[in-house]
């Protein structure tokens, strides 16, 4: 049985757009984009992860966190059990630590990008 990580990914607004990140090389996934987050730590809540995660990838600030849609996929060597939450974005400019890219998009946008397999049902609701 593969090994379950438990991992946030915030849905930042910024008036009607909305921020999306690539993932770097050599990671796994990597060329692939997603919406920012990051693992959960032992004892920290969801809304803390992200925060936290968001501060230190991005180096912004984020605020109204809400609870968005919950993701179980199967990468095949672990599994991710993906809690989205809808941001505002608060402040600070993006500095990319962990990622190759990052662009602030429309909705209509997302389905011009190719998504990580995990974040591709957020993108559908999104769009609906």
Not at 57 to 63: F, R
Request: hydrophobic residues 40%; aromatic residues 8%.
């Amino acid at each position: 049985m593969s090994k379950k990580i438990k991992v946030t990914a915030a849905i930042i607004y910024k008036a009607d757009r909305l921020l999306i990140t690539q993932r770097s090389h050599p990671e796994k996934l990597a060329g692939l984009w997603e919406f920012p987050g990051g693992k959960v730590e032992e004892d920290e809540s969801l809304e803390a992860c992200l925060v936290r995660e968001i501060s230190e990838e991005l180096e912004l600030n984020i605020a109204n966190l809400t609870p968005y849609l919950v993701v179980e996929h199967d990468y095949g060597d672990f599994e991710i059990e993906l809690h989205s939450f809808t941001a505002n974005y608060d402040s600070g400019e993006i500095v990319l630590h962990s990622h190759k890219n990052a662009e602030w998009i429309s909705v209509t946008q997302l389905t011009q990008y190719d998504f990580a397999p995990a974040d591709k049902p957020i993108v559908q609701k999104l769009i609906k």
